[in-house]
C-alpha cells in the first residue's frame, strides 16, 4: 500500500501521522509525507501600487519549518514501523496545498491520502477555503481525513 500523508506540523497533522501509525502496514508498503508551504502574495498587497516586500527570508524560515515538521514525523513513524521495514520518505513542496497533495498522489499512484481537517466552521471555511474537502473532490484515490 502506497500512503501519502500531508501533514503541516499542527495537531491536525499530528493526529493524521497518529491515524497512519494504528494501520497494518508491512514490508512492500510505503509512507511517502509531504509538508507544503503556500508561499501566496497575501490579498491585501497592492501589487499595482510598485511595491512588493522581498519574501526571501519568510520563504526561508517557512522551508525550515517544513522541513522540521518532516524530520520529526518521520523520525515517529520510524520508530513504530522500525521493525515492519515500511519505506519512509519525505518531502517539502512549493504551491497550493489542495493541488499539490493531488498532484503527488497521482504522480506517486498513491492509495490512500491521509491529512489532518483544522474543522473550520463555515465563515472560517468560507475566508479561508478548505484544504481537507478540495482533496476529497479532486483525489483520484480513497482520502482519510482525520
Wanted: hydrophobic residues 45%.
Amino acid at each position: 500500500m502506497k500512503i501519502l500523508l500531508a501533514t503541516d506540523g499542527t495537531k491536525h497533522g499530528t493526529a493524521a501521522a497518529e491515524m497512519v501509525m494504528k494501520l497494518c502496514l508491512g514490508a512492500g508498503d510505503s509512507i511517502h509525507l509531504i509538508s507544503v508551504v503556500d508561499m501566496a502574495v497575501p490579498l491585501s498587497i497592492d501589487i499595482y501600487g510598485g511595491y512588493l516586500p522581498d519574501t526571501t527570508e519568510l520563504e526561508k524560515t517557512a522551508k525550515e519549518n517544513a522541513a522540521k515538521v518532516i524530520a520529526e514525523t518521520t523520525e515517529l513513524l520510524n520508530a513504530q514501523f522500525k521493525d515492519n521495514n515500511v519505506n519512509i520518505t519525505g518531502d517539502v513542496l512549493f504551491g497550493s496545498p489542495d493541488s499539490r497533495i493531488v498532484e503527488t498522489a497521482e504522480a506517486m499512484g498513491t492509495d490512500l491520502i491521509v491529512m489532518g481537517s483544522h474543522g473550520y466552521k463555515r465563515w472560517e471555511r468560507l475566508l479561508l477555503g478548505s484544504v481537507s474537502n478540495s482533496v476529497v473532490h479532486h483525489a483520484h484515490c480513497s482520502v482519510l481525513v482525520v
